[in-house]
């Protein structure tokens, strides 16, 4: 995985919850269908959105169902990252299961606004404003979520597990 | 320094004698529960080759967001998640016995102390019984099938001392709301509770379940009572493991203690579409609604359809609006049918859907069109939650659902109930 990623910014509020980016009734619907509901709030997001861009959003990001199906729909839509004040936990929880990069940092709603251009390091969790020329600090990942991420996901920490099992 | 519930659940499940708020662990996870969503990782476990689970005893299987299956689809899923429970050997397989988290505790599998995971957010619900517990999504919980652990950080505990008398017309759905708007939905998050005082004290343990249910919704992983005899009572007949009471050290360390008063409190009412805009019924104004619902893992028990019940006895559900009951588990049903709820809802008009999550997630019945309003006894009014993202989702207690359910608009319930479950 890059971890320096690069990409035009949506912004959007706080409490943005995930029912929002994952309706239920549209989970079992094919992809094309799907698609076009995910944050459904805004309904030019899903038409327009680019592969690369980066939401940039206020508080408790993805608060509410543990379907991992509102980071994944995101992930698949070819949204590079979110960078928010805060996340519901069993959001973020699932972004990092399935290595879609979150980055926890306060101060970012105000340091950016829609179409600015971001530059975020993911290591460090250090947040580039390119268009202002702003630069905040974000909470870095701990080791194990890096690790996560780098491999592309729990379920390859878990195959790499399973195999060592077996050869040991 | 002593250790909160949270601390001393994470160190057993880690094998460490103490832990620390803030600190990473690997834990061991007791029990793992699925619904619907172990089809997921039953594809997903398959397609690594994994065969056997790392240990089949401690999994709970059950289909509750969408039995009796409305689609063919579904009907392929439930079929596959018992295959895959005959395959992996899983003797906890629960059937259709309810809302997931009901026959979880229904049958059992939540004792004080232990460190349970499942697919659902609402699995907070067990921290009623002095459990410490979770939702995870399908690739945590096929790691955790797989392997038996799973990476963890010790939250912080906050404290809600509830304290007061209880007034009429007031369950325990107005408290958790109460805490919702006056704290925010944040105020918990990454962060356990506890839930302590005088009337945590006097809680059935149906009321506590509702606040720990609702502990997600501001934004805990855990959401803990202590485990009194009370508990100890219940769950004796439940299972054939010895319970024990369980609470923190008297010297636990707190981030904060908040106190709550419910003298003064009013029966409450979250607005759209977010849980945390909250506002005594008092202020609701002329709010007509299409639709009641009650039930869920929120408020689907017994204790929940008895004052609704009660207050719909000899009394008819407005001709402008449909109320559909959906009791929390087939236990639930039962008891309800022999105590003769159920025949008050049907005499009243009201409609009983089979046991389940019901409308409630939005997927299997009873959704909305746009436009239309509902008030719910469920646990979140996010924007189209229920069905049309046009719609609109207000949430109470069951009191308040039965009685605006009689007048066809949002309704104090103390116009027709003047008591509590609280006392």
Known sequence: MDMLIKGRVWKFGHNVDTDVMAPWNSLTEPWEERRKVILHIRPEFAQEAKPGDIIVAGRNWGCGSSRENAPENLKNLGIGAVVAETYGRIYFRNSVAIAFPNIVCPGVHEAFEEGDEMELDLKTARVRNLTRDIEISGQPYTSEMLNILEKGGLLNVLKERLSNEVGG | ?423
Not at chain 2, 139 to 166: H, N
């Open chain 2, 1 to 423: 320094m002593g250790m909160t519930m949270a601390e001393k659940v994470l160190a057993r499940a880690s094998g460490q004698k103490r832990v620390k708020a803030g600190q990473y662990v690997t834990a061991s996870v007791d029990r793992m529960m699925a619904h619907e969503a172990f089809a997921s990782c039953f594809i997903t476990l398959k397609r690594l080759g994994v065969n056997k689970l790392y240990d089949p005893d401690r999994v709970v299987i059950i289909l509750d967001h969408y039995f009796p299956a409305p689609t063919v689809r579904m009907a392929q899923g439930h079929k596959l998640i018992r295959q895959a429970v005959e395959e992996f050997g899983i003797k906890n397989f629960l059937g259709h016995a309810g809302i997931c988290h009901q026959a979880m505790v229904e049958g059992g599998h939540v004792l004080p102390g232990r460190l349970i995971l499942a697919t659902d957010s609402h699995t907070t619900t067990y921290g009623a019984l002095g459990a410490a517990s979770a939702g995870i999504g399908v690739t945590e919980m096929s790691y955790v099938l797989a392997t038996g652990e799973l990476w963890m950080q010790v939250p912080p505990t906050i404290r809600f001392d509830l304290t007061g008398k209880p007034v009429p017309g007031i369950m325990s759905k107005d408290i958790v709301l109460y805490i919702a708007g006056e704290f925010s939905t944040e105020i918990a998050q990454y962060r356990a509770i506890e839930f302590t005082g005088e009337v945590a004290k006097r809680m059935s343990l149906a009321s506590r379940m509702t606040l720990s249910n609702m502990g997600v919704e501001l934004g805990a992983k855990f959401a803990f009572f202590e485990a009194d005899e009370k508990t100890i009572d219940y769950l004796k007949e439940r299972t054939t493991e010895t319970p024990s009471r369980f609470g923190p050290d008297p010297d636990a360390e707190y981030e904060t203690e908040h106190s709550v008063d419910i003298t003064a409190l009013e029966p409450q009412v979250a607005v759209p579409h977010n849980p945390g805009n909250v506002k005594p019924v008092s202020e609701i104004g002329d709010q007509p609604v299409d639709q009641a619902f009650l039930g869920s893992c929120t408020n689907g028990r017994l204790e929940d359809l008895a004052v609704a019940a009660q207050i719909l006895k000899g009394r008819r559900v407005n001709p402008g609006t449909r109320l559909l009951v959906t009791p929390a588990s087939q236990k639930v049903m039962l008891d309800a049918t022999r105590a003769g709820y159920v025949e008050t809802f049907l005499e009243a008009g009201a409609h009983i859907t089979p046991a389940g999550c019901g409308p409630c997630p939005g997927g299997h019945m009873g959704l909305l069109a746009s436009d239309e309003v509902c008030i719910s006894s469920t646990n979140r009014n996010f924007r189209g939650r229920m069905g049309s993202p046009e719609s609109q989702l207000f949430l109470g207690s069951p009191a308040t659902v039965a009685a605006s359910a009689i007048t066809g608009r949002i309704t104090d319930p103390r116009q027709f109930w003047s008591e509590t479950t609280l006392s």
